[in-house]
């Protein structure tokens, strides 16, 4: 388990991370959300130890990051933003650096590498300089380094950032099947990456925490939550359905024929507007109820607090 309390970091006169605080527990994906700058990978580099906090507690399966550094990273496999260092080595010397840095010997050393090398698909480029590696390529190797020693927490900073369509599928996948008691924390800006991998969600900006839960209840909050969309097959007059109780907005998209009614929270009145549809002969061909719209929600919780 994460226990992280009152967690802040400073950069001369700027707060990075401002008093976060927050427990994971065993079996937990947890996306971790915010604009540029919010303060996601500070936060990530002071849950691996690699950079110090100025205030706060970290505690990981109750050992402290203060006293116990080395214990923890034991625990944790971790992959930073950007490319790998030693980029003149290739990533087969790069993974057995790494095993060996992390205490693996022998056959369970071997046995490790080759799993890695095959979950990530690395055979084609395991003896050029990682410097040549593509951006996709480089990103696997930094992956395969933090899966090495089969950690029981992992902390993926973009772990599909610069990876082609198929490579996010397979990376998505890939954390999808990983033990169902590991910790998974992993920070995106792709927002369906949330609701496809996690069960939890924490979306800070400007270094404080402004969502903390799952994602259904983040989508929850979303003023499309309950809306109902229709299709039009030719422009009509849609004013009237403001009479319908429960209707608090109608917001029309008129590039695509459709038109977005918003609902208040609270209210089901899907058969109020079929029945108004009707009377009012609408030309509606399509109707669908929405769930919620995470990129509007995202942009109200975070719009305020660029820094
Ligand atoms: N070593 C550093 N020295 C000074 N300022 C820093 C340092 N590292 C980060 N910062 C600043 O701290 C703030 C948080 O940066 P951080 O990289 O944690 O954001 P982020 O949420 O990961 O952003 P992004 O989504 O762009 O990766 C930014 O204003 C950044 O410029």
């Given at each position: 388990m994460i226990y992280v309390k009152n967690l802040t970091k400073i950069f001369g006169d700027h707060?990075?991370?401002?008093h976060l605080n927050f427990d994971i527990q065993p079996g937990d994906v947890v996306g971790f959300l915010g604009p540029n700058g919010a303060g996601k990978s500070t936060t990530m580099k002071m849950l691996t130890g690699f950079i110090t906090p100025d205030d706060g507690e970290i505690l990981i399966d109750d050992l402290s990051i203060f006293d116990d550094p080395k214990k923890i990273k034991q625990k944790i496999g971790y992959l930073p933003e950007g490319a790998p260092a030693y980029g003149d080595m290739t990533p087969l010397q790069f993974l057995n650096f790494i095993a060996a840095i992390r205490g693996l010997k022998g056959d369970l050393k071997r046995q490790r590498i080759s799993h890695v090398i095959n979950k990530i698909d690395l055979q084609s480029v395991l003896d050029k300089p990682i410097d040549n590696l593509s951006k996709g390529f480089k990103r696997r190797v930094g992956l395969a380094q933090a899966l090495l020693h089969d950690p029981q927490i992992l902390i993926l900073d973009?772990?599909?950032?610069?990876?082609d369509p198929n490579q996010k599928h397979q990376v998505r996948e890939l954390i999808q099947n990983l033990a169902k008691d590991k910790i998974v924390i992993i920070s995106t800006h792709i927002l369906e990456e949330v609701t496809a991998l996690c069960n939890r969600v924490m979306i800070i900006a400007a270094g404080q925490m402004k969502f903390n839960g799952t994602p259904k209840e983040l989508i929850a909050k979303s003023k499309y939550h309950n809306a109902i969309t229709l299709h039009l097959s030719y422009p009509s007059?849609?004013?009237?359905?403001?009479?319908?109780?429960?209707?608090l907005e109608i917001l029309p998209d008129r590039a695509n024929g459709k038109v977005t009614l918003i609902i208040q929270p609270g209210y089901d009145i899907l058969h109020e507007v079929n029945k108004h549809i009707h009377e009012r002969k609408l030309p509606v061909d399509t109707l669908f109820v929405e769930q919620g719209r995470l990129d509007q929600v995202f942009r109200e919780m975070t719009q305020g607090a660029e820094v």
């Open positions: 707060v990075a991370v401002n973009e772990p599909t950032d610069g990876l007059d849609t004013s009237g359905f403001l009479d319908v109780p429960g209707i």
